[in-house]
Structure formats: C-alpha cells, structure tokens
Nanobody, 123 residues
Framework: QVQLVESGGGLVQAGGSLRLSCAAS????????MGWFRQAPGKEREWVAA????????HYADSVKGRFTISRDNAKNAVYLQMNSLKPEDPAVYYC????????????????WGQGTQVTVSS
C-alpha cells in the first residue's frame, strides 16, 4: 500500500500558478498509476488528472486541460501537479491518489488517498 502526503497548496490570484507535490512512501509507488482529485465545498469530489506508472501517458479532465500538467519522478517517489492560469472555479481541497491502473484510479476503485491540500484563488 502506498502512503501519500500532499503539499504546495495556498492562496494565489486568479491567473496565477501553483505547483502541488505528493510525496509517496511504500514499495509499490513506481508500479502505481497516480492522480489528482479535488473537492470544493458542497460539491462532490472530481477527478482532475492521472499519469501512468511509467509517466508515458497523462490524462486530464476537460475543465483543466491545457492549464494543468501532471508529472512524476519515480526516483524521488513524487508526483506533481503544475497548475497555471488558475480560475475562480479551481479552489478546492486537492487530493493525491494511487491505484494499480489509471482506469481504476479515475473510477475511484480502492484508491489510496492523501490527506489533501487546500488551494484558494482570489479574484
């Protein structure tokens, strides 16, 4: 099982950028698909981005495509989410997640989860 700890959240102006990090521990990190989800107050958790275990394929929700970039460094046991051109609809608690496969991760099938990091966007 992978243990996940997010960092990098904070307050940023609309149009600005933030980079979230997720530090992973556990033997299975390099074999795991990784992803990011977010949950805004009063809304359901939604998938944001995913990356395969090798990093050769990435997937994005339409709402963030072209603005957010997911990446990973298996040597550092870390996954990142670079968020650019942040919009007023982006504020949420952002969660890192792990799963054996991307499809399972996006479908939230027995994901491992981090505790979340808050992203706030001021207009």
């Amino acid at each position: 099982q992978v243990q996940l700890v997010e960092s990098g959240g904070g307050l940023v102006q609309a149009g600005g950028s933030l980079r979230l990090s997720c530090a992973a521990s556990g033997r299975s990190f390099s074999d795991s698909a990784m992803g990011w989800f977010r949950q805004a107050p009063g809304k359901e958790r939604e998938w944001v981005a995913a990356i395969t275990w090798s990093g050769d394929m990435t997937h994005y929700a339409d709402s963030v495509k072209g603005r957010f970039t997911i990446s990973r460094d298996n040597a550092k046991n870390a996954v990142y989410l670079q968020m650019n051109s942040l919009k007023p609809e982006d504020p949420a608690v952002y969660y890192c997640a792990a799963n054996e496969v991307v499809a399972g991760l996006i479908g939230e099938e027995k994901n491992a989860w981090g505790q979340g990091t808050q992203v706030t966007v001021s207009s």
